[in-house]
């Protein structure tokens, strides 16, 4: 895997600060914020400059029940093409359900949710994952993701599950270790145990988070300060493995730039000191009999074992598939720097096509679980119907963010009411069309309501709804005629 170094989430609002960083090799840019015609200036400067720079989906939802959207793997293959960049990354999450495969109405979570991990979803996100694949001209590397909840019935761990995934697809994984300790607070799982299960042969790179833990549940909130648990499982990683990145993750609540530059210099240091562990453990090994130690970590041992049995049954193998891409060259990086950097990751078992049956198994959980998150409908046998109300707390929140973000005049209009109002409608109004569409149905729903009581508010409301919403009302539905006097009002003034 091509080396990539230390390295920072690249946002705009903490743009002109990366750019002067000192020791920043790569960064790494939330795909679906950038647009390939018009990149940001401060990316094209890195990208001048020699920095790597990888697109990072949030959207695609390999894990959710429906083959992943031609359009989306477009979008993220134009802007690898666009940045140079020798790899792209995704998520194992489902952030949509419903549809034609439960004959119910889309749905969206506007999160990343965690998929159970069964066979069925298993045989499901390998196909997903090899569709990737194929349609993206770098190689795909895959997050394990932060989980408030567990599903009922699991028949692997996480460290089993990754494993079964790159052995069949030959993916790439993007290990996170916020992740891993958010899933010790919450899930109760050991991160340990999870690297000792994994292939870390397989790690393209490794993320570094902050977040919170309020009444017994960690927040993976990526707005926080790197906490020493955190730092721990890094260097239980890199004692086991030389990442060939690592990359500080900050999306809100930026700090000086000085703090973000000592969190850096704390991840360096940990990596180092995780390396020199490694190689303290390895001396030692190379004098104690292999029958009693060895030189394989446990992943590697397991690994090895896979391999063996698998070339000893390969004869008598028929199954067959298309090799994983994961060596495809970037158009901008030169054959042979690529072959000496980017080995080859070939899957050891070509999965099949997952059964229309798992796919529709999964498609009815998954709807019936987001469902009760974000409609209200009952909550699913066998979940925690606690964990569930703080998910869904949390995911209405994350909602608010982003549609603050999206639509900066709303909070601006509201003020303080903002908030709480939002929540309010987002109780009773699933998601169902995106962001954008989302901040015109909040604003929509409080005009029909006679809201903000504030008249001067209400009218500022009124405008701004007016100037998005098209010559017609939103897909024909009716609103009240004092709407429709008011947009003939404002129209005439």
């Known amino acids: 895997m091509k080396h990539l170094g230390t390295g920072i989430g690249w946002r705009p609002e903490i743009a002109d600060a990366v750019e002067r960083m000192p020791g920043i090799d790569w960064v790494e840019a939330v795909s679906e914020n950038l647009c390939p015609g018009h990149l940001p200036d401060s990316l094209l400067r890195l990208r001048e400059r020699g920095v790597t720079v990888v697109p990072h989906g949030v959207s695609l939802g390999l894990g959710g029940a429906d083959r992943p959207d031609d359009g989306r793997l477009t979008a993220l293959a134009e802007r690898a093409q666009a940045l140079g960049s020798p790899l792209v990354t995704e998520h194992i999450a489902f952030v949509r359900a419903g549809g034609p495969l439960t004959a119910s109405q889309p749905l969206e979570a506007g999160h990343l949710l965690p998929v159970p991990r069964t066979r069925d979803a298993l045989d499901v996100l390998c196909e997903n994952v090899r569709i990737a694949q194929d349609a993206l001209p770098v190689p795909l590397a895959v997050e394990n993701i932060a989980a408030l909840i567990s599903w009922p019935g699991e028949e692997m761990t996480e460290g089993q599950f990754l494993y079964d995934l790159v052995e069949r697809t030959g993916v790439r994984l993007l290990i996170d270790v916020a992740n891993l300790h958010s899933n010790h607070v919450n899930r109760d799982e050991d991160p340990a145990k999870a690297l000792d299960e994994l292939p870390v042969e397989a790690i393209a790179y490794v993320h570094v988070a902050g977040g919170f833990e309020r009444d017994g549940v960690w927040h993976d909130s990526h707005a926080h300060p790197v906490p020493e648990p955190v730092l721990a499982i890094l260097a239980d990683l890199a004692s086991r493995v030389t990442p060939p990145g690592v990359l500080l993750e900050r999306d809100e609540n930026f700090p000086e730039p000085g703090e973000l530059e000592r969190e850096l210099d704390a991840i360096r240091e940990t990596v180092r000191g995780g390396a020199r562990g490694k190689a303290t453990t390895a001396g030692a090994g190379s004098q104690t009999p292999p029958t009693e130690t060895g030189s394989q970590t446990p992943a590697d041992e397991r690994g090895s074992q896979a391999r063996a049995a698998e070339a000893g049954s390969k004869a008598a193998t028929t199954e067959t598939g298309p090799t994983a891409p994961a060596t495809e060259t970037p158009s901008t990086a030169p054959a042979a720097e690529t072959a000496a950097t980017t080995p080859e990751i070939t899957p050891t078992r070509v999965p099949a096509p997952a059964p229309a049956p798992a796919r529709q198994r999964l498609a009815l959980a998954q709807t019936a679980l987001l469902s009760a998150l974000v409609a209200g409908t009952p ?45 309010a409608y987002a109780q009773a109004r699933p998601m169902t069309g995106g962001y954008r569409r989302d901040a015109l149905d909040f604003a929509e729903q409080l005009l029909l309501a006679g809201q903000p009581e504030d008249a001067d508010a209400r009218g500022r ?23 429709r006097a008011a947009r003939f009002a404002l129209r005439r003034g």
Not at 379 to 401: H, N, S, Y
């Open 461 to 483: 409301l009124t405008r701004w709804w007016l100037e998005r919403s098209g010559p017609a009302p939103l897909d024909g539905r009716p609103v009240t005629r004092w709407l």
């Open 379 to 423: 909550v699913p046998e066998g979940f925690d119907r606690g964990r569930l109300a703080v998910q869904g707390r949390a995911l209405i929140g994350k909602r608010a963010d982003v549609v603050a973000k999206v639509a900066p005049e709303l909070p601006e209009i509201l003020g303080k009411a903002f908030r709480s109002d939002f929540f």
